[in-house]
């Protein structure tokens, strides 16, 4: 029971999806501390005193707290949209790099190139 307990845990799939949810829950921290502390105070709260509203979530009708539900729509909105400008900016700095690596790489000989060579040896001998 131990042996299969001890397989399970360092199976390498286990160990990447622990990894996974790791960076996940810190990169998960560093998009929520550029919503609350950068786009909020910037963008968001100076739109919301333009509508005349300090609280959107204490917003409420005839007992119904649809500012909660607003509130919750408008930081998704808000997260999602950074969260594809981040997203959008590793992959460009992901093929920037792949596009330097590509041109570093020395060009070596083409396949037409190595029979031809082959050929001329045969031919040799």
């Known amino acids: ?50 509508a005349h509203v300090e609280r959107i979530a204490e917003l409420s009708w005839n007992g119904v707290a649809y500012g909660s539900f ?11 949209t950074v969260l594809f400008f981040v997203v959008k900016g590793i992959e460009k700095a992901q093929n920037l790099r792949k596009k330097e690596e590509a041109e570093e790489a020395p060009a070596g000989p083409t396949e037409l190139e190595v029979l031809q060579e082959i050929k001329a040896l045969l031919e040799k001998n």
Request: charged share 15%; glycine share 6%.
């Open 70 to 80: 607003l509130s919750a729509i408008i930081n998704f909105v808000v997260v999602g």
């Open 1 to 50: 029971m131990l042996k299969d307990l001890k397989e399970f845990l360092l199976r390498g799939n286990v160990v990447d999806l622990a990894v996974g949810v790791i960076i996940a829950t810190a990169f998960g921290a560093i998009v929520t501390s550029f919503v609350n502390d950068i786009i909020t105070p910037l963008l968001l709260n100076p739109a919301l005193k333009a």
